[in-house]
């Protein structure tokens, strides 16, 4: 091989391998890391489970002893319109140790939203847990399952409330939403972000008292403290109409 060629063919290795730092508007064709860090409060308190005590709308104390819910279908919006599938099922579980970051690779670009589901699609929501790993979100170890009504648990909180008025939570409460008329989609404006083959991240935060009094009404957690999507009432409904309007970018 001459020496010419030799030189043409280590030019065109850095040009393909560096193309993209060079490139100052980020293409399609490269790729970077993204990472949504997810982040669960009460107010302005972050959550923790089993001892933390929180004051609800009424000036009641309560904890938090379960918490986990689905994200699905998400997608990133480009600034042109276009989007970005990300083609994943994610359980936020606060009882486990795992890692509640969620990691990618997307197309380096502006971005200017971001949407994602609450729950399970009608599709998904029939799949049979039997056929995933014990470590997949959708298995039936994740026990987020209604072996009685063949569909998944979208949105899970379970906790004690003081009904007298005190600090010594002795009432419990539970809600778990589901079925396919509970899924909820959501858009956050993402402000035109721009992500470079470096990467990028963001902060996707739940407000959990906005779950439970929001501008869909409110939940209460002594006169209403059970609901497992086969009520009369409309708790369950409530509380997936106010999920939509209780997630942010921070």
């Known amino acids: 091989m001459s020496s010419i060629l030799k030189s043409f063919l280590m030019v065109l290795v850095l040009f393909l391998v560096n193309g993209c730092k060079e490139d100052k508007s980020p293409s399609s064709d490269c790729k970077a890391p993204f990472v949504i860090n997810m982040d669960v409060v009460v107010a302005n308190d972050p959550l923790e489970l089993q001892t933390k005590l929180y004051t609800d709308y009424k000036e009641r104390n309560f904890k938090v002893e379960l918490f986990k819910f689905y994200l699905s279908n998400w997608a990133l919006e480009k600034k042109d319109g276009s989007m970005v599938t990300l083609n994943q099922v ?10 509640l970051n969620i990691e990618v690779e997307i197309d380096t670009g502006s971005y200017k939203n971001i949407h994602f589901g609450i729950g399970l699609d ?16 959708l298995s039936i170890a994740q026990n987020t399952y209604w072996n009685w009504a063949s569909k998944y648990k979208f949105f899970m909180i379970e906790g004690r409330v003081d009904s007298s008025g005190g600090t010594n939570p002795n009432l419990a ?23 470079n083959t470096n990467g990028d991240s963001l902060i996707l935060e739940l407000d959990i008292s906005k779950v439970v009094d929001g501008s869909y009404g409110t939940v209460d957690f002594v006169s209403e403290s059970f609901s497992h999507a086969t009520d ?12 939509q309007n209780s997630f942010s970018i921070k």
């Open 90 to 99: 994610n359980l936020i579980d606060f009882s486990s140790s795992s890692d």
């Open 122 to 137: 009608s599709i998904t929501n029939a799949s049979d847990p039997a056929v995933f790993e014990s470590t997949n979100p």
């Open 173 to 195: 409460f539970s809600y778990h939403t589901g079925f396919n008329d509970l899924y909820r989609e959501v858009t956050l404006s993402l402000n035109d972000l721009m992500v």
């Open 232 to 243: 009369e009432t409309g708790i369950t409904e409530t509380i997936s109409n106010n999920l």
